[in-house]
């Protein structure tokens, strides 16, 4: 399998979901600015959308959107249980987080590191999103992860965007049980040699 990806972009939750998964992979670099790879080859040729994550097959097919991307990675590996068996209800709850992340947090966001977005908008942007995580600080309130106890391919998505907040100047100090959650994600192995591989971590 080959991850298309871009250093600390959204593409670090399926890279880290890889890593716990232990499957074997190739990365290949994706500019998200100059919509190239390394050797000069236009990305739009492989991904259309021309944004990150893609992930191509063994068998050439290519799977594109984050959370489409994770369950995949996920099914591959049910004796790690990175994800709950499909047609479960705990299924449908990772669903409804996977949907919960990219709607609410990563597409919000999103607008602060676009060059387009009115700077009079921003505050309201920020505002929205630390809502949002303040939510989620509540539903960590007794959980190591966002599904109980167990790891999932949601929590590896939730860690790639709230690391986001410190480049956009959003303050989750107050968080407690969210700042736990980030600390409890970074020291995870898989975490670490993601991070590593990105040039994210020395």
């Known amino acids: 399998m080959k991850l298309y990806y871009s250093p600390g972009a959204c593409s670090l939750s399926p890279h880290i979901t890889l890593r716990e998964a232990g499957l074997p992979f190739e990365l290949v670099l994706a500019s998200t600015k100059t919509h190239k790879l390394a050797d000069g080859t236009d990305y739009y040729t492989i991904n259309p959308k021309g944004y990150v994550p893609l992930l191509e097959l063994d068998n050439a097919e290519r799977l594109t959107e984050g959370p489409a991307i994770v369950q995949y990675i996920a099914d591959q590996v049910p004796d790690k249980k990175l994800a709950p068996a499909a047609g479960t209800m705990e299924r449908y709850r990772l669903q409804e987080w996977l949907n919960f992340v990219t709607s609410e947090i990563h597409k919000i966001i999103g607008l602060l590191f676009s060059p387009t977005t009115p700077e009079d908008y921003k505050p309201a942007v920020k505002e929205r999103v630390l809502g949002r995580l303040k939510w989620v600080n509540e539903q ?58 990105e040039g994210l971590l020395k």
Request: glycine fraction near 8%; hydrophobic fraction near 50%.
């Open 140 to 197: 960590l309130e007794g959980k190591q992860y966002l599904m109980g106890d167990q790891f999932s391919v949601a929590d590896a998505y939730l860690f790639t965007v709230t690391n986001w907040t410190k480049f956009v100047g959003i303050d989750i100090s107050g968080l407690s049980n969210l700042g736990a959650f980030m600390a409890r994600m970074a020291a995870r192995p898989a975490v670490q040699e993601a991070l590593k591989a």
